[in-house]
């Protein structure tokens, strides 16, 4: 079961902005949208956009994410030195009935 | 507060069998559906299964069908995994979440190592 694909790093500036990219088919990120989350090894993974690009109560509006085809995208503005972390997204697929991750981005905050 | 606590991780040899368990509290257990979550050490994340809020729809990834058993209990507000015929390639931290419109609630994870 093949995932969606992510790049595996990206390196910004403090105070940059990065945009990191998940792609998958018309079966998952096409169909229903992907959520994103953020992970900071040893500690549990934290939701940072629902299916439907909306942000949970109490995350920045620094994240923001959105979707074009089979292509979602998390935008981080105003990098800090706490977002260089793990980021993943994940698609329900239709057709496999099944969760999908991508995997991963490591974010790297220079 | 909302929050998963997961158990029952443990070193458990090739084809043996451990049951996690996950309790759920500050929230309407029975009106979500729920799900595990693995990560393998220095791997990605990795779904493993969902149940349906009644626990009569149960889905799971290719590499555990026929070996893993998810469950729960409404009543207990309590989720679980049975994992028989354990392979080396089972050993992770697994996660408890909570599905709302992707994974919104996280456990902080039980971990399972499978050795000989």
């Known amino acids: 079961q093949a995932g969606l694909t992510q790049p595996p790093s990206v390196s910004k500036g403090l105070r940059q902005t990065a945009t990191l990219t998940c792609t998958g088919n018309?079966?998952?990120?096409?169909?229903?949208?992907a959520c994103w989350l953020q992970h900071h090894r040893g500690h549990p993974p934290k939701l940072l956009s629902f299916l439907n690009d909306s942000r949970p109560s109490g995350i920045s509006e620094r994240f923001s994410a959105s979707r074009s085809g089979i292509t979602s995208s998390l935008t981080i503005t105003g990098l800090q030195p706490e977002d260089e972390a793990d980021y993943y997204c994940?698609?329900?697929?239709?057709?496999?009935?099944?969760?999908?991750f991508g995997g991963g981005t490591k974010l790297t905050v220079l | 507060e909302v929050q998963l606590v997961a158990s029952g991780g443990d070193l458990v040899q090739p084809g043996g069998s451990l049951r996690l368990s996950c309790a759920a509290s500050g929230f309407t257990f029975s009106a979500y559906w729920m799900g595990w979550v693995r990560q393998a050490p220095g791997k990605g994340l990795e779904w493993v299964a969902n149940i349906k809020q009644d626990g009569g729809e149960k889905n799971y990834v290719d590499s555990v069908k026929g070996r893993f058993t998810i469950s729960r209990d409404n009543a207990k507000n309590s989720l679980y995994m049975q994992m028989d015929s354990l392979r080396v390639e089972d050993t992770a931290v697994y996660y408890c979440i909570r599905h709302q419109k992707g994974m919104d609630v996280w456990g902080q994870g039980t971990t399972v190592t499978v050795s000989s």
């Open positions: 018309s079966h998952n990120v096409a169909d229903q949208g």
């Open positions: 994940s698609a329900w697929d239709s057709s496999l009935s099944i969760w999908m």
